[in-house]
């Protein structure tokens, strides 16, 4: 059964830092690409960033370009989402996901496994 489990969340102050983890399980299949997805309360969810299965090659929003930075560790079946120079609008659940035989789409319906999400709040 595949899970993937998110941690690393929690409450930090504009222009901070946080680092998010994804543990991947249950795969029986690859490659598989990984994205980062948000939902802030009231708005629709939003692409953050994805990575393909080599990561070779990443996307990001415009949004958070030069400030995120997504990496994986395939041997251990973890993902990465490195954040700095964090704002108040970077607010939201944060979740993991999985898109099998993709190379890291934008489009969230891309995606066949998702993660629970973890809350990031940054304080103005």
């Known amino acids: 059964q595949v899970q993937l489990v998110e941690s690393g969340g929690g409450l930090v102050q504009t222009g901070g830092s946080l680092r998010l983890s994804c543990a991947a399980s249950?795969?029986?299949?690859?490659?598989?690409?990984m994205g980062w997805f948000r939902q802030a309360p009231g708005k629709e969810r939003e692409f953050v960033g994805a990575i393909s299965w080599t990561g070779a090659t990443t996307n990001y929003a415009d949004s958070v370009k030069g400030r995120f930075a997504i990496t994986r560790n395939r041997a251990d079946n973890i993902l990465f989402l490195q954040m700095s120079s964090l704002t108040p609008e970077d607010t939201a659940i944060y979740s993991c996901a999985a898109d099998i035989y993709g190379l890291g789409s934008a489009n969230d319906s891309e995606y066949e496994y998702w993660g629970q999400g973890t809350q990031v709040t940054v304080s103005s």
């Open positions: 249950g795969f029986t299949y690859s490659p598989y690409a």
